[in-house]
């Protein structure tokens, strides 16, 4: 095992053994806990049995870095590296590449996959990315069945579902999960207010709970003064208010995540432009000597035309911005002087939070919204998550703080419910393409292209969901077979006796107006007598709903079944029989509360129905089965089976549909490059090569 120099957390242990047992192993934890000690210990041990290893990872950031990294453990003899920008010793043992290289390793049969141990796929819930998130599962369908994975992940509430796939697709897979960071968090809310002199903090969460002082920074929405324009006391934070505070608090350094490149470059320049200083000289003298060593082989005139010196001036005050549009030696510049706590405060895109190690006391977020490409969109509780778990640095912080700024547009509330979300559940994007389905064509057979995209997650969370519904059709197939046999006499046809009643109904019926306004005056606790397929008996009205303009009544037998009755399945009012007090707390789905409501129908005294006007329509026909004890039995089985029967049907419809949902995707797609001429025989014509 490597020397990492500290004691390993039991999650780090436990994923370390189920690596030297063989095992592939997903680490479910938050950020920053220390799951790439794991991802190094599999490399390592790869290396070690004469084997290759690949580590993958996002984005070409985080692929930078993990490349110095493994160069400062391993040298640069071993150490290789593969983006879409560069190519350094691709057929070393170690690889670092981002994900989409390795894919298009897999469908090319690349020769440098010969020998591979070991996969490592960092921000493995990037899966459920809609642009790229495919990438992740075509890679571990494709992989070769000898490959081992590591996967790190965030922490996610549906870990199971994913080792189950990851396990039905790859083999024995150790689930290990740690819930704890590293560094207790706390939530902040951080508001302008005109009637105050400086800037005001405050709690998001009091005991897990949204704070109650938090809803007076929204009474002023929609207020307007005598001139019609908005009326505000609280505003948005000024940038250079924000540092002040939190200098004078001991709160950087700092994290300013700007969801823009040139907002960050504006941002940082702002700064300094508005007198922020927040460092000494001895600190100064060491930022420009480490700037200077990075730049020493750039040309003076390339450096002036890159604003070097705005750059290091900027450094010098303490501030920095951070993101992928910068010059590769200046963003090491800002990485190392910022790990050395020299940068006081780095205004960085999301990327610095997809794993880069760049921790620091605070994170700012100063708008919970982002540009996707297309629209603006809040920011998902995964997100969110990424994004807090910069603050707070392992070894020398011993409370991180999370600062979400005041917006017009964003209610406290919303605030803290993302504060408050634990674990979100990893959905899976994938969908077929043309160039997935090019790929497939040129390497498998039409079975083994369905074969294998019946392998992907999608598909497996799409069969997850068809296992309910499944379970659902075996139910309902029982009581439709119950039914039917109720629905049977001896004595003639019920379906033809049914009819007949029907038209007697329709000449006494009693309005179904008279029914409904009955149905919706029942309470919880009232006690009906219903006929049922073996009967009638007593049932208790559990909850009364009003679905699509009719009313919907759940009830409870004292066999403990479940009816869910409207206005179709009386022929009269209903009338009230007893009354039973309802359980407390309500909770009507719940077994123990229905169980508890027999025990208390078990011991009301009943009346007796004396609703009735004149003669049922059922006791006018004349029919054979009219005649039969179990006569009115026959009717209500019969009357449910044809409404059993159209949901059974439904439920068939949706399992075949959902069953098949994406290799008939993908039968679309081929369809389309058929029709255009790049497919032919479930082959490649010339134009489609």
């Not at 999960?177 to 903090?201: G, I, K, M, N, T």
């Not at 910068?326 to 895109?349: N, Q, R, S, W």
């Not at 009230?576 to 007090?581: F, P, Q």
Request: some cysteine.
């Amino acid at each position: 095992m490597i020397d990492f120099g500290f004691e390993l957390d039991a999650f780090q242990r436990q994923a370390v053994e189920a690596v030297d047992a063989g095992r592939s192993v997903l680490v479910s934890a938050p950020t920053g806990a220390g799951k790439t000690v794991v991802a190094e210990h599999a490399v390592a041990r790869a290396l070690a049995n004469g084997g290759k290893a690949f580590y993958t990872t996002p984005i070409k950031a985080l692929s930078n870095q993990k490349f110095r990294d493994f160069v400062a453990r391993h040298g640069p003899e071993r150490v290789g590296l593969l983006t879409g920008d560069n190519s350094v010793n691709g057929e070393a043992p170690i690889v670092v590449m981002t994900t989409e290289v390795l894919r298009n390793m897999l469908y090319a049969g690349s020769p440098a996959l010969q020998g591979l141990e070991v996969v490592v796929l960092d921000e493995v819930h990037y899966l459920q990315d809609p642009y790229r998130g495919p990438v992740w599962e075509e890679v571990i369908v494709h992989c070769p069945p000898s490959v081992r994975f590591v996967y790190l992940s965030a922490t996610v509430s549906n870990t199971d579902e994913l080792a189950g796939w990851l396990e039905s697709v790859r083999g024995p897979t150790e689930v290990v999960l740690s819930h704890e960071r590293p560094v207790e968090l706390a939530h902040l809310y951080l508001v302008a207010d005109r009637s105050a002199e400086r800037l005001q903090l405050v709690p998001t969460l009091v005991d897990g709970r949204p704070n109650p002082q938090g809803e007076r920074f929204d009474e002023q929405r929609g207020r307007r003064d005598r001139t019609g324009r908005p009326k505000r006391r609280f505003m948005t934070p000024r940038r250079d208010e924000t540092i002040e505070r939190l200098a004078d608090d001991d709160l950087l350094p700092a994290i300013v995540f700007v969801f823009s490149r040139t907002g960050c470059d504006d941002a940082a320049r702002a700064l300094v432009e508005s007198g922020i200083h927040l460092t000494d000289r001895v600190e100064r003298d060491r930022i420009a000597w480490i700037a200077d060593q990075h730049v020493a082989a750039l040309d003076a005139g390339d450096l002036e035309v890159l604003g070097y010196r705005r750059f290091v001036a900027n450094l010098e005050a303490g501030v920095a911005a951070h993101h992928a549009g910068m010059v590769p030696a200046f963003k090491e510049i800002v990485e190392d002087c910022f790990a050395e706590g020299l940068i006081k405060v780095v205004f960085a895109t999301e990327t610095l939070a997809l794993g880069i190690n760049m921790p620091a006391r605070t994170v700012v977020i100063e708008r919970l919204t982002k540009f996707n490409g297309d629209t603006h969109e809040f920011l998902t509780p995964l997100e969110y998550t990424q994004l807090t778990g910069r603050a707070g640095r392992r070894g020398i912080d011993t409370l991180g703080h999370a600062i979400v700024c005041w917006s017009p547009f964003v209610r406290f509330s919303q605030v803290a419910d993302l504060a408050s979300s634990r674990a979100f559940a990893l959905r899976s994007v994938f969908r077929p393409t043309y160039n997935m389905a090019a790929n497939l064509i040129r390497r498998h057979d039409r079975d083994g292209a369905h074969r294998l995209l019946n392998l992907s997650f999608a598909q497996y969370q799409a069969d997850a969901a068809v296992v309910t519904l499944e379970r659902r059709r075996g139910s309902r197939h029982d009581r439709v077979e119950t039914l039917r046999a109720a629905a049977t006499c001896d004595r003639g046809d019920v379906a033809e006796y049914l009819a007949l009643v029907e038209a007697a109904e329709e000449a006494k019926a009693v309005p179904d107006d008279d029914i409904e306004a009955a149905l919706s005056m029942l309470k919880p606790g009232d006690v009906l007598t219903v006929a049922t397929a073996s009967g009638h008996e007593p049932a208790v009205v559990l909850s009364v709903a009003f679905r699509k303009g009719a009313v919907r009544i759940n009830l409870v037998t004292p066999s403990m079944r479940r009816l869910r009755m409207g206005s179709d399945d009386f022929d009269d009012v209903p009338h009230i029989a007893g009354t039973v007090e309802i359980p407390d707390p309500f909770a009507p789905n719940s077994a123990h509360f229905q169980h508890e409501v027999i025990r208390r129908l078990q011991r009301t005294r009943l009346r007796r129905d004396r609703g009735r006007r004149g003669p049922r329509p059922a006791d006018t026909v004349d029919h054979p089965v009219a005649g039969c004890p179990d006569a009115e039995r026959h009717l209500r089985a019969i009357r449910r089976l044809g409404r059993e029967e159209r949901e059974l049907g439904e439920l068939h419809r949706r399992i075949t549909r959902r069953s098949v949902r994406i290799a008939r995707q993908f039968d679309d797609v081929v369809g389309i490059l058929e029709h255009r001429g790049y497919v032919s025989d479930w082959a490649l014509t010339e134009a489609g090569e």
